[in-house]
């Protein structure tokens, strides 16, 4: 191991200028500790952090333009790497956050050439499976508030290149169906498709709150 933190043997590590990494035993107490690592470090061999502490394990500040995270392979750059952009944004594939309509997104996986594929898996001996939550509030997370009737609760779009940017072929969408409640909540799915020559999806097929199916 390289470096192996613990809550008896924490360290605060600083860069000195000529050299990258010193170690300072002046303090061992976690509850009094620092660990900071300063300047331009590379750890080259396996390490491990194990900390006790009702703070945060590991905190990286990036007041730079550069990535706050990046993980690669032996390659450099690497093939597949892992980055977290200085704005919070994560990539997976690629080192460049790809722009669609104009925007960057939180999240974004890239396969340049190669596969790309999500797997959700669960092992269980029951009857349940994975599950995808896309879920809608207004207000804020620390005080959320009801919708209204008319709100968007989810939106899938299928996108494809036209030459310039990534126009929309189709969209799946869901909305509040009616006035919501407490354990009320009225909702509709549309599925819109984008006819040829056009570059907006338009509905194709409803299904209502009251569970009508409506067909262009």
């Known amino acids: 191991e390289y470096f192996h933190f613990t809550a008896t043997q924490h360290t605060d590590l600083t860069d000195a200028g000529d050299s990258a990494l010193h170690y300072h035993a002046t303090d061992r107490?976690?509850?009094?500790?620092?660990?900071?690592?300063?300047?331009?470090?590379?750890?080259?061999?396996?390490?491990?952090?194990?900390?006790s502490s009702a703070s945060d394990a590991?905190?990286?500040?990036?007041?730079?333009?550069?990535n706050a995270i990046l993980v690669e392979d032996s390659a450099n750059p690497g093939a597949n790497p892992f980055v977290?952009?200085?704005?919070?944004r994560v990539l997976v594939?690629?080192?460049?956050?790809?722009?669609?309509?104009?925007?960057?997104q939180r999240f974004n996986m890239v396969g340049d050439?190669?596969?790309?594929?999500?797997?959700?898996?669960?092992?269980?001996?029951?009857?349940?499976?994975?599950?995808?939550?896309?879920?809608?509030?207004?207000?804020?997370?620390?005080?959320?508030?009801?919708?209204?009737?008319?709100?968007?609760?989810?939106?899938?779009?299928?996108r494809a290149y036209d030459g310039s940017d990534f126009i929309r072929a189709a969209t799946i969408t869901a909305n509040v169906d009616?006035?919501?409640g407490l354990n009320d909540m009225p909702g509709r799915i549309a599925f819109s498709t984008t006819a040829d020559g056009a570059s907006t999806p338009t509905e194709a097929v409803r299904i209502s709150s009251t569970q009508v199916v409506t067909y262009k």
């Open 178 to 180: 009616g006035a919501p």
């Open 58 to 66: 590991l905190r990286i500040t990036q007041t730079g333009a550069g």
């Open 113 to 158: 050439g190669q596969d790309l594929n999500a797997v959700m898996v669960r092992y269980q001996d029951a009857t349940t499976s994975p599950s995808i939550y896309i879920v809608k509030a207004r207000g804020t997370q620390t005080t959320p508030t009801i919708v209204s009737s008319g709100d968007l609760a989810a939106n899938i779009e299928f």
């Open 84 to 88: 977290v952009n200085g704005e919070g």
């Open 93 to 104: 594939g690629s080192t460049t956050i790809p722009t669609v309509s104009g925007a960057q």
């Open 29 to 51: 107490d976690l509850a009094n500790a620092t660990g900071t690592l300063g300047g331009a470090v590379a750890l080259t061999l396996p390490s491990t952090i194990v900390v």
